[in-house]
């Protein structure tokens, strides 16, 4: 069974830019969540993909916006980056929506705008 | 708002010593309760969770944790630390309805000695 992946691991940028991060589901999973880590915070949740319909987000603006295949895989897109940006970027899968449903993490990637 | 709270931001303990490290949560409805570690550069790894049922729950690692409804809190205790515990330990919470959207705390971050 393959975890969550996440690529790139890391990632420097500048201030403006955008920038594209992706993630893989574990096998069988079809929910996907991003979290946003700043540093010494705990992750804040910024949107969660289910059967690539965006289902549910957290207080983030417009500019950061997803994708989510066929194959349950997904993207987590930013434009016009922001220095306050900076930070992990955590992707979670978990399956099916009812109840609560235990989600497992990747090792995250870390983005650094400059 | 629901939201959680992590008052102890640092904490040292002794290697053999016991660990107990606190989580309160305010919300009106009974929450679905986790407990992550995260070590440096790493992804989140689950502890252990609380849905329903008793309300002292065993995860991996010797760790355990007990729901106390009237406090509002859920308490993470190890009874017996070992050096390799040291990480940064977060507490989330989730609700149905909220499409398994995870609320964490600010973390505490733990310091073993030898």
């Known amino acids: 069974e393959t975890g969550v992946t996440q690529s790139p691991t890391h990632l420097i940028k500048t201030r403006g830019q955008q920038v594209t991060l992706r993630c893989s589901s574990q096998?069988?999973?079809?929910?996907v969540s991003w979290y946003q880590q700043a540093l010494g915070q705990g992750p804040q949740f910024i949107f969660q993909?289910?059967?690539?319909?965006?289902?549910g987000r957290g207080n983030f603006p417009p500019r950061f916006s997803g994708l989510q295949f066929p194959n349950y895989s997904s993207e987590l897109n930013v434009n016009a980056l922001e220095l306050d940006d900076s930070a992990l970027y955590l992707c979670a899968s978990s399956f099916g929506l009812a109840g609560v449903r235990e989600q497992f993490f990747g090792p995250g990637t870390r983005l650094t705008v400059l | 708002a629901q939201s959680v709270t992590q008052p102890d931001i640092h904490i040292t303990v002794s290697e053999g010593a016991s660990l107990e490290l606190r989580c309160n949560y305010s919300?009106?409805?009974?929450?679905?309760l986790f407990w992550y570690v995260q070590s440096p550069g790493q992804g989140l790894q689950l502890l252990l969770k609380?849905?329903?049922?008793?309300?002292l729950v065993q995860g991996i690692k010797g760790f355990e944790a007990e729901f106390k409804r009237s406090q509002s809190s859920f308490n993470l205790r190890k009874p017996s630390v070992h050096w390799s515990d040291a990480a940064e330990y977060f507490c989330?919470?989730?609700?149905?309805?909220?499409?398994?959207?995870?609320?964490f705390g600010t973390g505490t971050r733990l310091q073993v000695t030898l």
């Open positions: 096998s069988g999973h079809n929910t």
């Open positions: 919300y009106g409805a009974t929450p679905y």
């Open positions: 993909y289910y059967r690539e319909e965006e289902n």
């Open positions: 989330a919470v989730a609700f149905t309805g909220t499409a398994s959207k995870l609320t």
């Open positions: 609380y849905f329903s049922g008793d309300t």
